[in-house]
C-alpha cells in the first residue's frame, strides 16, 4: 500500500517538464513530456523497454537537450541533481579501496584539490554505516558482490547531500535484502524532504513503496499516483505503444 | 604530288639512281663520322672507385673519359655490381683497379661483362703492409708506448673484420701515402700510353706534373706531422684503413671496432673505446659520421680526446667539397689529423 | 673484483654510464605512472601508436634543424596531439571507432615520418631517431628529461584525483564538473611530452617499453593506483640499472637491454605477484580443491 504523497509545495516543483521532447535527430526517445516532480515527492519511473526513461533522466540531468520544449529545475539552494546510472558504466576491477570509491560523492565539496577534513571523513564513514557497509572500507572495489557493490554506490550518492535523487534502475541484478535495506533507505531520505526519483522494472516495489509514479511509453502515459497510473488500461497502453514486451 | 609524277617514280629507271644516290651519301657520312670520332676521340676508362677515378682524370686530362664503378657514397668492400656497371665496363677500353683484394667483386663483374680491354693494376711495385702489423713505431727509439691494441688484439681484429679485412691479409689502403699515390700515378700514365700510344707523350707529362704536386704536399705533411711531440701523434679511428698513412707521416692510428655501421652499440663497445683513449693518451678520435654525434660528443668529452669529425678512407668526398680530389682529400685528412693532434694550452 | 663492486664499477668509472642510468631513470620515474593509467584507460596499445604517431614531427624537425631537441620535441607535440585530435574528430563525426581511426591516423602518420627521414638522412640516422642514444646524452638531453619528467610528476599529482575518477567512473565525474574532458586532454599532453623526451634516451620503439612493461608489471604487487604508480616507477628505473649493467658485461646494445630486464621484471611479476600472479592463482585453486575433497561424500 503507498504511503500517503508527500508533496508539499505543489508551486514550487522540484522537476517542472514542459512539453519535452528529448532524443537525437533520428530517433527521438521521449515526446511531448509534460508534468511535474513535486518537491520532496517519491516518484517511480516505469515503462517498457526502450521507453525513455534513461534518457529522461540524462535529459533532466542536462547531459541531453530537449529537442523542444523546456525543463525547469527548482533552482533553490540544496536541490542540486544526484544521479545514479545503470550499473555497468563504471569500471569494476579498478584498483580503487571501497572507501575511497564512496569519498567520490564528496566531490561538490572538496573538488579535485581540497584535503578531506575530518567532517568528511565522519561523513563517509556514516554513508558506509548507514548502507552497511561499515567494516568494508578498505577493501578492494573488485572483490565486492552485486549487491555490496549497490550498496556502495548507494553511500556514494548518498554523499552528495543533493536535493534531488535520481536512480536509474538501482535494483536490478540485486538480491533481495540487498533490495529492502537499500529501499529503505530511499524512504528515509524521502522523509527527510529529498525528492527521490527511480527508474523501476519491479511493479510489486512500486506499488508497495512508491506513492508517486510516472507510466512512460516514448511519451507520458500517465503520471500521478501510482494507484491511478498503473492501472490495467494504462499498462496495456504502454506495451502497445512501445511494441514492447515486458510485462 | 600528282598521279603522274608518283608514277615516273616508281619507274626502275628513276628507282636505281635513287638507290645509288642514297648508298653513296650512307657511306660518306659513315666516313665523316668515323673520321670526326678518331679526331676528337677519347679513351673510355673505367676507374673501380672515386680515388682511383680522380688519379685517372688528372693523368689521362681531356684525353680520357672516365666512368667510376663504386662511387662516393658506396662502400667498395661491400659494393654489389648493377648491370650498369657491366655495361659500362664493356664499353671501357681501360680499366684501372687497386688490387690488393680491395676490388674483391671485380673479377666476377670482369667476366660477366665479357670485358676484353687493358687491366691496370695502380698498385702495382707498391711495397705492401700487412695488416695487424704493428707497425706504428717511430723510426727514432724503441719506446714503448703502451700499445692498447696490441695487448687486447681483439678490438683491433674487430675493427677490421667488420671492414673485410682479417688479420694478415693485404692492407689495400695504399694510396694513403702519398709515395705510394706517386707510384699509382706512374703506373696509371704507363697503362694509358700502352693503350693509347698516339697520346702516350700527354700522359705522361701530365702524370709527371701531378707526381710533383704529390711530392711538395708530400713534404709539406710530413714536416708539418714532425713538428708535434711524437706522443701527442696518436688516434682512434673506426676503420682500419690509415696504416700506410701512419707509417708514413708517423701517427699511431689506433684503431676500435664498435661504433659504426651498427644500429646501436653497447655500453662495453663505448666504454672500451673510453678507456682505450684514456689509457693511450689519444689525441683526437676520429669515427665515421654514421655514428650518432651525441655519442661522439660524449666519448670524446669522457676521454679528453677531441672528435675529429670525418676522414676519408676509401671515397672521395662530395663534389663540391675540398675532398673531392685526391690531393684535396689528402689536405682535408692531414688538416684534420694536425687540427686535432696540435698541443693545446689547456 | 668482488660481486658487489660488478655492480657499480661500471658507473663509478664511466661518465656514459651515469649520465644514461640518469637520463633513463629520470624517464622511468615519470613513464612508468603515465603507463599505470594508460593501462587502467585502456590506452595500452595506444601509447605504442603513439610513439609512432609523433615520428613526422620528430622528422620535421629533424629535416629543419639537423639533430636539434627544441625543434625535434615541439614538432613531435604538434603531430602527436594533431593525429590524436583529428582520430578523436573522425570517431566523433563518422560511424568510425576511435581505436580505428587512431590505427588509421597513427600508421598514415608512421609513414610520412620515415618518408621524410629517408629524404634527407641516411638510414643510420632514422635507426638513431627510432633506438635513441642513452649513451651519448648530452646536458641537453638530460636536462629535457629530467624537466620533462618533473612537470608530469608534479601535473599528474595535481589532476591525480579527477584523472582517477575518470578513469574509473567517466560518467560520474561528468556529472560532478567539467574538469573531465580537460583531465583528457592534460593527459594526452603529459604523455605526448614524456615521449618525445623519452625517443632521445631509448628511441620511439623502446621509449613506449619503459612506459607500459613496468606498469604492467606492478598491477601484481599493488592494491591501489598510488601504490600501482610507486611501483611503476620504481621497477622502470631498477630495469634502467640492471639494462645498463647487462649492456655493459654482455656486450648488447643498451636501450634493447633496459626494455629487457623490464620485460624480465614483468615476467616474474605474473608469475609470482601477490595480486593475481600465476603462482598465487595456482595455489587458490590447489587450496579450493583441497577443501572441496574435504567434504564428506554423501553415503
Redesign the interface.
Known amino acids: 500500500m503507498a504511503a500517503s504523497p508527500k508533496a508539499r509545495d505543489d508551486a514550487f516543483p522540484a522537476i517542472e517538464l514542459d512539453q519535452v521532447c528529448l532524443g537525437w535527430r533520428d530517433k527521438v526517445a521521449v515526446r511531448d513530456l509534460s508534468g511535474r516532480f513535486p518537491q520532496g515527492s517519491l516518484t517511480a519511473v516505469v515503462g517498457p523497454n526502450g521507453a525513455g526513461k534513461s534518457t529522461l533522466l540524462r535529459g533532466i540531468m542536462g547531459w541531453m537537450s530537449p529537442l523542444a520544449g523546456r525543463i525547469r529545475l527548482s533552482g533553490r539552494p540544496g536541490d542540486d541533481l544526484a544521479f545514479m546510472p545503470q550499473q555497468g558504466e563504471f569500471d569494476r576491477g579498478f584498483p580503487v579501496s571501497t572507501r575511497d570509491f564512496v569519498a567520490m560523492g564528496a566531490w561538490r565539496r572538496v573538488g579535485p584539490w581540497r584535503a578531506f577534513g575530518a567532517a568528511e571523513h565522519e561523513r563517509i564513514d556514516a554513508a558506509l554505516q548507514a548502507v552497511g557497509l561499515g567494516d568494508f572500507g578498505r577493501r578492494p572495489l573488485a572483490t565486492l558482490s552485486g549487491g555490496q557493490l549497490q550498496r556502495a554506490l548507494f553511500a556514494r550518492l548518498m554523499l552528495h547531500d543533493a536535493g534531488i535523487f535520481m536512480l536509474d534502475e538501482p535494483f536490478s541484478a540485486v538480491d533481495r535484502a540487498t533490495t529492502d535495506d537499500l529501499m529503505a533507505l530511499l524512504m528515509e531520505w524521502n522523509a527527510r524532504d529529498k525528492t527521490v526519483i527511480v527508474v523501476l522494472h519491479d511493479l510489486d516495489l512500486v506499488r508497495r513503496h512508491f506513492p508517486q509514479a510516472l507510466l512512460l511509453a516514448g511519451q507520458g502515459v500517465a503520471w500521478g499516483d501510482t494507484a491511478d497510473v498503473l492501472t490495467p488500461e494504462n499498462l496495456h497502453l504502454a506495451r502497445h505503444l512501445c511494441a514492447g514486451d515486458y510485462l | 604530288m600528282s598521279s603522274e609524277k608518283l608514277v615516273a617514280l616508281h619507274s626502275s629507271a628513276v628507282r636505281r639512281r635513287l638507290l645509288l644516290g642514297l648508298a653513296g651519301g650512307g657511306i660518306s657520312l659513315a666516313m665523316a663520322s668515323a673520321s670526326a670520332m678518331r679526331a676528337g676521340e677519347t679513351l673510355p676508362v673505367v676507374a673501380t672507385f672515386s680515388i682511383l677515378g680522380d688519379m685517372v682524370k688528372e693523368v689521362g686530362g681531356e684525353r680520357v673519359s672516365v666512368t667510376i664503378i663504386v662511387g662516393v657514397n658506396n662502400d667498395a668492400h661491400r659494393f654489389d655490381p648493377t648491370p650498369r656497371d657491366a655495361k659500362a665496363l664493356l664499353d671501357a677500353r681501360v680499366l684501372v683497379l687497386n688490387g690488393l683484394d680491395f676490388e674483391a667483386w671485380l673479377p666476377r663483374l670482369a667476366q660477366a661483362s665479357g670485358f676484353s680491354g687493358l687491366q691496370v693494376l695502380a698498385s702495382e711495385g707498391v711495397k705492401v703492409r700487412r695488416l695487424g702489423d704493428a707497425g706504428q713505431h717511430d723510426h727514432d727509439g724503441h719506446e714503448q708506448q703502451g700499445h692498447d691494441h696490441d695487448a687486447d688484439p681483439g678490438h683491433a681484429q674487430d675493427a677490421r673484420r667488420e671492414a673485410g679485412h682479417h688479420h694478415g691479409d693485404a692492407d689495400p689502403h695504399a694510396w694513403q701515402d702519398l709515395s705510394n699515390g706517386m707510384i699509382y700515378a706512374r703506373n696509371i700514365a704507363a697503362g694509358l700510353a700502352r693503350a693509347d700510344p698516339r697520346n702516350a707523350g700527354y700522359y705522361e707529362g701530365r702524370a709527371a706534373g701531378y707526381v710533383a704536386r704529390m711530392k711538395a704536399l708530400d713534404n709539406e705533411i710530413k714536416a708539418a706531422f714532425a713538428a708535434i711531440p711524437r706522443e701527442r701523434r696518436r688516434v682512434i679511428t673506426s676503420h682500419d684503413a690509415f696504416g700506410y698513412f701512419g707509417d708514413a707521416y708517423g701517427v699511431e692510428f689506433i684503431p676500435v671496432a664498435g661504433l659504426s655501421n651498427q644500429?646501436?652499440?653497447?655500453?662495453?663497445?663505448?666504454?672500451r673505446i673510453?678507456k682505450i683513449a684514456r689509457d693511450s693518451h689519444i689525441s683526437g678520435v676520429f669515427i665515421e659520421n654514421?655514428?650518432?654525434?651525441?655519442?661522439?660528443?660524449?666519448?670524446a668529452?669522457?676521454s679528453g680526446a677531441v672528435m675529429g669529425g670525418t676522414l676519408y678512407a676509401d671515397a672521395l668526398g662530395p663534389a663540391d667539397e675540398p675532398a673531392a680530389t685526391y690531393l684535396g682529400m689528402f689536405s682535408w685528412n692531414a688538416g684534420r689529423l694536425l687540427y686535432v693532434l696540435r698541443p693545446r694550452k689547456d | 673484483m668482488s660481486g658487489i663492486e660488478l655492480l657499480y664499477m661500471?658507473f663509478a668509472?664511466?661518465?656514459?654510464?651515469r649520465?644514461?642510468l640518469a637520463g633513463s631513470a629520470a624517464l622511468a620515474l615519470a613513464a612508468g605512472p603515465l603507463g599505470v593509467f594508460l593501462i587502467l584507460r585502456r590506452m595500452s596499445l595506444m601509447g605504442d601508436a603513439m610513439a609512432h604517431a609523433i615520428l613526422p614531427g620528430v622528422a620535421v624537425g629533424f629535416l629543419t634543424a639537423g639533430?636539434s631537441l627544441t625543434a625535434m620535441t615541439v614538432g613531435g607535440m604538434l603531430t602527436g596531439l594533431l593525429v590524436a585530435t583529428l582520430a578523436a574528430g573522425v570517431a566523433r563525426l563518422t560511424p568510425q571507432r576511435e581505436d580505428a581511426s587512431f590505427a588509421a591516423f597513427y600508421l598514415v602518420s608512421l609513414g610520412v615520418g620515415v618518408l621524410l627521414i629517408s629524404l634527407r638522412g641516411?638510414n643510420?640516422e632514422l635507426?638513431?631517431v627510432l633506438?635513441?642514444?642513452v649513451?651519448?646524452?648530452?646536458d641537453g638531453?638530460l636536462l629535457l628529461v629530467s624537466a620533462t619528467s618533473s612537470v608530469s610528476l608534479v601535473v599528474l599529482a595535481l589532476v591525480f584525483r579527477p584523472l582517477v575518477m575518470e578513469c574509473l567512473d567517466p560518467l560520474f565525474l561528468r556529472s560532478e564538473s567539467r574538469m573531465g574532458p580537460v583531465v583528457h586532454v592534460v593527459f594526452l599532453l603529459l604523455l605526448v611530452m614524456t615521449l618525445v623526451a623519452g625517443f632521445q634516451v631509448l628511441g620511439t620503439l623502446m621509449v613506449v617499453g619503459i612506459m607500459m612493461l613496468p606498469a604492467a608489471a606492478a598491477r601484481f604487487w599493488a592494491v591501489s593506483v598510488a601504490g600501482q604508480m610507486a611501483l611503476a616507477a620504481g621497477a622502470g628505473v631498477f630495469a634502467s640499472y640492471a639494462g645498463?649493467l647487462f649492456?655493459?658485461?654482455?656486450?648488447?646494445?643498451?636501450?634493447?637491454?633496459i626494455i629487457l630486464c623490464a620485460g624480465i621484471v614483468y615476467f616474474i611479476s605474473v608469475s609470482l605477484g601477490p595480486q593475481g600472479g600465476l603462482w598465487q592463482v595456482v595455489r587458490q585453486a590447489r587450496a579450493r580443491r583441497l577443501r572441496f575433497s574435504r567434504i564428506p561424500e554423501r553415503d
Open positions: 644500429a646501436e652499440p653497447s655500453a662495453r663497445d663505448v666504454a673510453i654514421m655514428t650518432s654525434p651525441a655519442l661522439a660528443r660524449q666519448i668529452r669522457e | 661500471p668509472e664511466f661518465g656514459f654510464m649520465r644514461a639533430l641516411s643510420m635507426i638513431h633506438f635513441g642514444t649513451l651519448g646524452l648530452d638531453a645498463l649492456s655493459y658485461y654482455a656486450n648488447v646494445p643498451a636501450s634493447p637491454a
